[in-house]
T-cell receptor, first 115, second 114 residues
């Protein structure tokens, strides 16, 4: 059973470009979470999605950031007009059910560098 | 609001000695507590969790953690450290109701010396 998959693993963008990060949850998981990790810091929650629904986006910046989890295909985190401060590792996690007692399984992350 | 504190940025221990990585939390309801480990340039790996029941929970790779409600702590422990345990450890919490997202501590780097 493949784990959570994220691609690309590394992404370099110039300021002002768009970044698209993809996440395929574990098989059978329909709940996806995105987190951001700045260097030497813990993970900060961004958004929680189920198929075709955004459940909680309280951690997502109001501008330039968007996320989706379509009926078919991976979840996408999109950052428009990237700035240097967006440089970070972005992790996706999935869980089989929304119950709080279930642990989340994390992907290897996408390391975004904005030049 | 919920929060997690990991008071030590780094813990150094000799191989074969017991290790403890500290974590305290703050939530307004019943906590669900988790420990994750992160190796360089990798994602987080789940180690163990406390949901309910026994205060001492056992997890992967010989790790265990003790839930202490009165001290609001969930310290990670291992009786005998290995060099391969050297990594970054994160404590996380969520409440039993409401928000599903995990709140993470800032992480503790464990260095096990041979």
């Amino acid at each position: 059973n493949a784990g959570v998959m994220q691609n690309p693993r590394h992404l370099v963008r110039r300021r002002g470009q768009e970044a698209r990060l993809r996440c395929s949850p574990m098989k059978g998981h329909s709940h996806v979470y995105w987190y951001r990790q700045l260097p030497e810091e813990g993970l900060k929650f961004m958004v929680y999605l189920q198929k075709e629904n955004i459940i909680d986006e309280s951690g997502m910046p109001k501008e330039r950031f968007s996320a989706e989890f379509p009926k078919e295909g991976p979840s996408i985190l999109r950052i428009q007009q990237v700035v240097r401060g967006d440089s970070a590792a972005y992790f996706c996690a999935s869980s089989p059910k929304p119950l709080s007692s279930y642990e989340q399984y994390f992907g290897p992350g996408t390391r975004l560098t904005v030049t | 609001a919920q929060s997690v504190a990991q008071p030590e940025d780094q813990v150094n221990v000799a191989e074969g000695n017991p290790l403890t990585v500290k974590c305290t939390y703050s939530v307004s309801g019943n906590p669900y507590l988790f420990w994750y480990v992160q190796y360089p340039n990798r994602g987080l790996q789940f180690l163990l969790k406390y949901i309910t029941g026994d205060n001492l929970v056992k997890g992967s790779y010989g790790f265990e953690a003790e839930f202490n409600k009165s001290q609001t702590s969930f310290h990670l422990k291992k009786p005998s450290a290995l060099v391969s345990d050297s990594a970054l450890y994160f404590c996380a919490v969520r409440m039993d109701t409401g928000r599903r997202a995990l709140t993470f501590g800032s992480g503790t780097r464990l260095q096990v010396q041979p």
